[in-house]
T-cell receptor
């Protein structure tokens, strides 16, 4: 099974500042998808951003962007202009493009936004 | 975007009773749905993969006789916790992926979760 590692259990950021959440993964596959999901206190999982491994260009969604380093198997999430509503647990996830559609989740990073 | 409805959002039951949780994809069809369990401040633990029209695939260590999964249609999967005990108290989440169409994009869409409390 693939392994997804989030080495930062907790992070904090000042409102309006930028924060980067780390994620690394272990796989022998060349074709796969990577995701960042957000889980606010309501516990509803919300997709933040998605990256296809075959694309070299880093995905961006408004204030959210990723730094995808395929060779290093790294997939970090950058949140710019942090807002109070960004406070949540963030999970990195991996999905193979070829062997089923199961997701492998990291252990999560709890992000606190300081007013 | 795709919507997955999960019901109920919170259920309290007595030990020994059974509880059914429903997961519906409202605006797309899903041949596969997933059931997760999540303990406080922990990640999602995959319990089983629910396949429409066939038996569910359970992860190692998950009791298939305790957690019954039925995926009778392309929009509905149910998880029944049979003879629930206090140790089954947890947060259960379902997810589904559209199997075709513009929504597909290999994304899992999640229900809002069900908090189960067994007294």
């Amino acid at each position: 099974a693939q392994t997804v590692t989030q080495s930062q259990p907790e992070m904090s950021v000042q409102e309006a500042e930028t924060v980067t959440l780390s994620c690394t993964y272990d796989t022998s596959e060349s074709d796969y998808y990577l995701f960042w999901y957000k889980q606010p206190p309501s516990r509803q999982m919300i997709l933040v951003i998605r990256q296809e491994a075959y694309k070299q260009q880093n995905a961006t969604e408004n204030r959210f962007s990723v730094n995808f380093q395929k060779a290093a198997k790294s997939f970090s999430l950058k949140i710019s202009d942090s807002q109070l509503g960004d406070a949540a647990m963030y999970f990195c996830a991996y999905r193979s493009a070829n062997t089923g559609n199961q997701f492998y989740f990291g252990t999560g990073t709890s992000l606190t936004v300081i007013p | 975007g795709a919507v997955v409805s999960q019901h109920p959002s919170w259920v309290i039951c007595k030990s020994g009773t059974s509880v059914k949780i429903e997961c519906r994809s409202l605006d797309f069809q899903a041949t596969t749905m997933f059931w997760y369990r999540q303990f406080p401040k922990q990640s999602l633990m995959l319990m089983a993969t629910s396949n429409e029209g066939s038996k569910a695939t359970y992860e190692q260590g998950v009791e298939k006789d305790k957690f019954l999964i039925n995926h009778a249609s392309l929009t509905l999967s149910t998880l029944t916790v049979t003879s629930a005990h206090p140790e089954d108290s947890s947060f259960y989440i379902c997810s589904a992926s559209p199997w075709t169409g513009a929504l597909a994009k290999n994304i899992q869409y999640f229900g809002a979760g069900t908090r189960l409390s067994v007294l």
